[in-house]
């Protein structure tokens, strides 16, 4: 596994090196209502594949199409910019993440802050760490004292009644951030600085490496599949409030 940690280092420094060169220009190259697709998902996809593909291992990306709809038993999954309207506007939240999963679980995790350049990084069993520091979730125990990280993906439902519902949700956390990328929304949970993740019709590249984070940083996950598709209901957050949370939000 440390072999593996390596080569998904390499490939996210390399991708962070596409990135810099597309910083003042994304080149978008087709917006459809609630995403945009950039040249800069496409190389930094390119620059990823090419250090993942010696490893022999299927490779499931957000910017290659994927043969039926079921996650092979070992598989890389990688979202090569998480955040991609952020990245496009220069607010400075988006992410490099590369996850590897067996059997359906997330073993190994990377993330890439783009802006801040600061690699979070897990492995089953030998915890998570944001550069060289070892990171734990929150303590936090009670919802009326909790962060809440949400939003609103692309796949999502952006119908009234769900909206509402989500709004329903939210009043009984303390407060709700909504910064646009689920892999550092993820990072944030697995260093303490949020408490809790949920978000519905998420896919799953823009989580399978932030959940690897969570749980190695001694943090708890959910996961419900919408059948047919890649996307994912996901609740992430400490131990102390997992229970709490998933009454509330899981339905």
């Known amino acids: 596994m440390v072999n593996r940690l390596q ?3 390499k490939a996210a420094q390399k991708a962070m090196e596409v990135a810099l060169c597309f910083l003042n220009d994304a080149r978008v190259l087709k917006s459809d209502f609630k995403d ?3 040249l800069a998902d496409l190389r930094m996809n390119e620059s990823i594949l090419h250090e993942l ?3 022999k291992i299927s490779i499931l990306s957000e910017e290659m199409d994927f043969p039926g709809n079921e996650i092979p038993d070992q598989c890389w999954i990688v979202d090569p910019l998480d955040g991609t309207y952020n990245f496009s506007r ?7 993440s590369i996850g590897f999963w067996e059997n359906g679980n997330p073993v190994l995790g990377i993330v890439k802050d783009i802006f801040n350049n600061i690699t979070y990084s897990s492995v089953s069993g030998e915890g998570a760490r944001k550069n060289e520091s070892k990171m734990e979730v929150s303590k936090t125990t009670d ?3 909790a962060i809440l990280a949400t939003g609103f993906p692309s796949g999502a439902s952006y119908e009234t009644n769900d909206l509402l519902q989500i709004v329903r949700n939210i ?4 407060k709700i951030r909504a910064i646009g990328a689920a892999s550092i929304m993820l990072c944030h949970v697995a260093n303490g600085i949020f408490d809790v993740y ?3 019709d998420i896919y799953i590249w823009d989580v399978a490496a932030g959940l690897s984070l969570v749980e190695e940083a001694g943090g708890q996950f959910f996961l419900r599949r919408t059948p047919g598709t890649f996307k994912y209901e996901v ?3 400490n131990k102390a409030l997992f229970q709490k949370a998933k009454s509330l939000l899981i339905k």
Request: net charge neutral; glycine share 4%.
């Open 53 to 55: 593909e010696s490893t």
């Open 36 to 38: 945009i697709k950039t």
């Open 7 to 9: 080569i998904a280092e």
């Open 171 to 174: 009043q009984e956390f303390k």
């Open 143 to 145: 919802l009326k004292d």
């Open 90 to 96: 220069k607010y400075p939240c988006a992410g490099i």
């Open 235 to 237: 609740l992430a957050s």
């Open 198 to 200: 949920y978000e519905k």
